[in-house]
Antibody
Framework: EVRLVESGGGLVQPGGSLRLSCAASGFTFSRYWMHWVRQAPGKGLEWVSRMNTDGSSTIYADSVKGRFTISRDNAKNTVYLQMNSLRAEDTAVYYC????????????WGQGTLVTVSS | DILATQSPDSLAVSLGERATINCKTSQSVFYSSDNKNYLAWYQQKPGQPPKLLIYWSFIRESGVPDRFSGSGSGTDFTLTISSLQAEDAAVYYCQHYYSIPTFGQGTTVEIK
């Protein structure tokens, strides 16, 4: 069974940092691109970032470029999102998601972890 | 970036009736080299992550009931629920993945 479990969310002050983790199981992690998608409270979905299988290619939404960094450890079956210079507008549930294949859509999602940026 | 705009924002449909949601992208998401439209549809229920319904504009994900269908090409796409069931009440999102991925704003489907 494919499972994605996010962790690392919490309350952080504006300007602070957090690192989210997403532990994967039930599939060969190293063969899949991975994504982060977020959802502000009561709002729609916003794609955040993507990393390819070996970490050599990453892309980011303009809203987080230069502040967030995606990475992965294929030996630990984990993808990370390092978030720096956090702003109130970064408050959201952050989901990790598996790419169905080659830059398609997302066939498995975690349950999400809530990040709240507030003083 | 290519934007995706859904219509309507919400709709109420009686059980057993058809529900139709539209998604318009600001540029074509059809890639001629592989003859595919880079568009997907998701369903999200309260407190749950999104669930993939349709990809490549019309391919139904495994396990998705056949009352869900996707159509369209280029910039105009449609998700149709042919006979609405109670469990279909949810928010539906389209997403393109032709370039930097973006989601539509969502369409809320309610039972009338």
């Amino acid at each position: 069974e494919v499972r994605l479990v996010e962790s690392g969310g919490g309350l952080v002050q504006p300007g602070g940092s957090l690192r989210l983790s997403c532990a994967a199981s039930g599939f060969t992690f190293s063969r899949y691109w991975m994504h982060w998608v977020r959802q502000a409270p009561g709002k729609g979905l916003e794609w955040v970032s993507r990393m390819n299988t070996d970490g050599s290619s990453t892309i980011y939404a303009d809203s987080v470029k230069g502040r967030f960094t995606i990475s992965r450890d294929n030996a630990k079956n984990t993808v990370y999102l390092q978030m720096n210079s956090l702003r109130a507008e970064d408050t959201a549930v952050y989901y990790c998601a598996r790419d169905r294949g080659g830059g398609c859509c997302y066939d498995y999602w975690g349950q999400g972890t809530l990040v709240t940026v507030s003083s | 970036d290519i934007l995706a705009t859904q219509s309507p924002d919400s709709l109420a449909v009686s059980l057993g009736e058809r529900a139709t949601i539209n998604c318009k992208t600001s540029q074509s998401v059809f890639y001629s080299s592989d003859n595919k439209n880079y568009l997907a549809w998701y369903q999200q229920k309260p407190g749950q992550p999104p669930k993939l319904l349709i990809y490549w504009s019309f391919i139904r994900e495994s396990g998705v009931p056949d009352r869900f269908s996707g159509s369209g090409s280029g910039t105009d796409f449609t998700l149709t629920i042919s006979s609405l069931q109670a469990e279909d009440a949810a928010v539906y999102y389209c997403q393109h993945y032709y370039s930097i991925p973006t989601f539509g704003q969502g369409t809320t489907v309610e039972i009338k």
